[in-house]
């Protein structure tokens, strides 16, 4: 399994950005693609997670109404969506991929993960 992300960048305070993660390897839709992020000196969080089986998402509180997650099938791509960016939302992100079945947007629940890409909100 191979993940792809791109798209980060700096942005200033208010902005948008969209990541994506181009995803390899899985031979069927049982599957979850998540995004995690890690600022620095902080542990790895959990952001939002689709279900490509059934398409079902999740969203942690800090970026709900603000990030959305959606998948394209056709190109293998899972996107996020980042609005109205906060400061606070700085951070390495990663894009991470495991078989069904899934208990949490845990990093201990995924078992392959991208390189990561840089986003800085920033004025």
């Known amino acids: 399994v191979q993940l792809v992300e791109s798209g980060g960048g700096l942005v200033p305070p208010g902005g948008s950005l969209t990541l994506s993660c181009v995803v390899s390897?899985?031979?069927?839709?049982?599957?979850?693609v998540a995004w995690f992020r890690q600022a620095p000196g902080k542990v790895r969080e959990g952001v939002s997670s689709?279900?490509?089986?059934?398409?079902?998402?999740d969203v942690v509180d800090a970026v709900k109404g603000r990030f959305t997650i959606s998948s394209d099938k056709e190109k293998a791509t899972v996107y996020l969506a980042m609005n109205r960016l906060k400061p606070e939302d700085t951070a390495v992100y990663y894009c991470a991929a495991t078989p069904l079945p899934v208990l949490g947007l845990r990093v201990s629940q995924f078992k392959n993960w991208g390189q990561g890409t840089q986003v800085t909100v920033s004025s």
């Open positions: 390897g899985f031979t069927d839709d049982d599957y979850v």
């Open positions: 689709i279900n490509m089986a059934d398409d079902f998402t």
